[in-house]
């Protein structure tokens, strides 16, 4: 969900231990893991904040590494009776099960080769179509590791637009823990990159903003916003600059990070921007008993100054990120990210939601049921509407790939096509963009794995598919360090 694993963590913990591994001071795990500390380290407790708040930072930075383990240990074991996150996943694989119906053991046979190193850190790259259960075909490609350059800060949650009237490349990233946006530019179809520029800076030059959801409108202004979606942040200028004003809006609590829907009348000018958003329905994270998400439609005629009241989607309960485009034929096509399975809820790991699409033909009046693609383990996805009127749609595997002949797991980024307007896609023939296997078999070993995917298409036809990976995880972590990296490739 749009609090996704990597970021919903960042908000608790790191309150006293600066460590993202829970969402909430409310939730079982954050109180399980407060139990586990002596009472006079528990922070808040009793009279001012404890000793957590004022002990050294000498003991803090002694007991940070087995406080981080054992927290990791409860995410991911204690939590449920003392069985891992993980273990549904791999005992549905073993049964055949790989998050879809359109994946099968002999399609991954292929494509997953049991000693594959991962790509990152070479340029030349290749990326595989399947053709069935037949041997793949080969398409020359570009791997780069983008973030590679940032002295190992963290970099997640990639945004790619492309600015025709420069004919420029810009990419919005998510860098340090906690994240704070930057950008950087590039001047040749995606071959060499600038340096880090960020949204926003303090007055002693440190980052302080955080912007999600880079659209552009053309013309060179640019629109972001905080998940929170109480602000906007503007630039007019082809995103040299930045400003940030409170937005008019109704509605309470909602939250998105997907780029906005642009809709656009004659001349191309933008008549509206829409978007998807959503909020909890009020039942537990982790409870079977109903959908945790319910997503919602709302549109702005004055380029995200002030939005209509966003309307409750009945189609998209249990719906939570929402990436839209305009069909060739005029429909509105959503590709959601939909609740873990209610076999899966008690393990309270977003890593199990699916994908799905929502149509609408009304220009978002209504829209029709959510026709799931992926049951679990494939999320995050973008679209790309194709000259040919057909639609590309990537996305991540984080769930679903067996593990490897060394028993690490395997996480993947691919991409899928619509001839018919989102209606129906080619499993069958999609394409693999990038594939790597973890470094780790414990209860971190979904530190390796992979969140978001943006893709842009450029006048010569070339695709450009920026990913968040941690592959670079190290059996020494002991927490989530995410990099971002790029696939340049084609489909032809």
């Not at 590494?65 to 240990?73: G, N, P, R, S, T």
């Not at 978002?364 to 000259?387: A, Q």
């Not at 190290?474 to 971002?484: G, H, Q």
Request: with cysteine.
């Amino acid at each position: 969900m749009p609090v996704d694993f990597q970021m919903k963590t960042t908000r608790t913990i790191t309150r006293y231990l600066k460590l993202p591994l829970l969402r909430s001071p409310r939730s079982a795990l954050h109180q399980k893991l407060r139990r586990l500390l002596p009472r006079p380290f528990r922070r808040g407790e009793g009279r001012g904040e404890g000793l957590l708040g004022v002990v050294c930072p000498a003991v803090l930075s002694v007991a940070r590494f087995w406080i981080v383990l054992l927290a990791a240990k409860l995410v991911t074991s204690n939590a449920v009776g003392g069985e891992s996150m993980l273990a549904p996943a791999l005992k549905a694989i073993e049964a055949g099960d790989f998050g879809g119906e359109a994946v099968t053991r002999a399609q991954l046979d292929q494509c997953l080769p049991p000693s594959k190193p991962h790509p990152f850190g070479q340029r030349e790259h290749v990326v595989l179509q399947l053709d069935g259960e037949k041997k793949p075909a080969t398409r020359p490609a570009q791997m780069q590791w983008i973030s590679q350059p940032w002295n190992g800060e963290n970099a997640q949650m990639p945004y790619l637009v492309y600015l025709p009237e420069k004919d420029r490349v810009l990419m919005l990233v998510q860098c340090r823990q906690p994240i704070h946006s930057a950008f950087i530019t590039s001047a040749d179809h995606g071959e060499t990159w600038s340096a880090r520029r960020w949204l926003s800076v303090d007055t002693n030059g440190q980052p302080n903003s955080v912007g999600l959801g880079l659209t552009c409108l053309g013309d060179g202004k640019l629109l972001a916003f905080p998940e929170d979606l109480k602000a906007l942040w503007t630039s007019s200028d082809y995103g040299q600059t930045w400003k940030s004003t409170a937005v008019s809006d109704p509605g309470s609590e909602r939250y998105a990070w997907d780029p906005l829907l642009v809709v656009r009348g004659a001349g191309g000018r933008v008549e509206r921007v829409a978007q998807g958003c959503w909020k909890p329905t009020g039942v537990a994270w982790g409870s079977p008993d109903a959908p945790y998400s319910q997503a919602y439609f709302r549109s702005s005629a004055d380029e995200g100054q002030t939005w209509s009241e966003a309307a409750k989607v009945p189609q998209w309960l249990g719906v939570n990120e929402v990436s839209m485009i305009v069909a060739a034929n005029g429909d509105w096509v959503a590709a959601c990210r939909i609740d873990y399975p209610k076999r899966f809820a008690r393990f309270q790991f977003d890593h199990y939601g699916g994908l799905g699409v929502s149509i609408s033909k009304d220009r978002g009046k209504s829209w029709s049921d959510v026709k799931r693609l992926y049951e679990w383990g494939r999320h995050h996805p973008s679209m790309v509407l194709l000259p040919d009127k057909r639609i590309l749609m990537t996305y991540v595997v984080r769930l679903g790939y067996p593990n490897n002949a060394q028993g690490l797991p395997q996480f993947g980024v691919e991409a899928v096509i619509s001839s018919d307007n989102g209606r129906t896609w080619d499993f069958g023939h999609r394409y693999v963009l990038a594939t790597w296997a973890g470094t780790l078999k414990d209860e971190r070993s979904w530190f390796c794995s992979v969140q978001s995917t943006s893709t842009v298409r450029l006048p010569d036809g070339t695709l450009l598919t920026a990913f968040g990976t941690g592959f670079n995880n190290t059996a020494e972590a002991t927490r989530c360090k995410m990099d971002v990296a790029l696939t340049k490739w084609r489909l032809d």
